[in-house]
């Protein structure tokens, strides 16, 4: 996983955001991202 990645989880998580919709949106950026490797 990217750096940014995690570091857009943490600003994120820490701002509240729903957990569930933000997991599935990460989820779909790393299968996104692993896709075009």
Known sequence: ???????LRD????RGLRSRNLEKFIR???LFFVGKR
């Open 1 to 7: 996983m990217n750096n940014e990645t995690l570091m």
């Open 11 to 14: 600003i994120l998580a820490e």
């Open 28 to 30: 779909g950026l790393e």
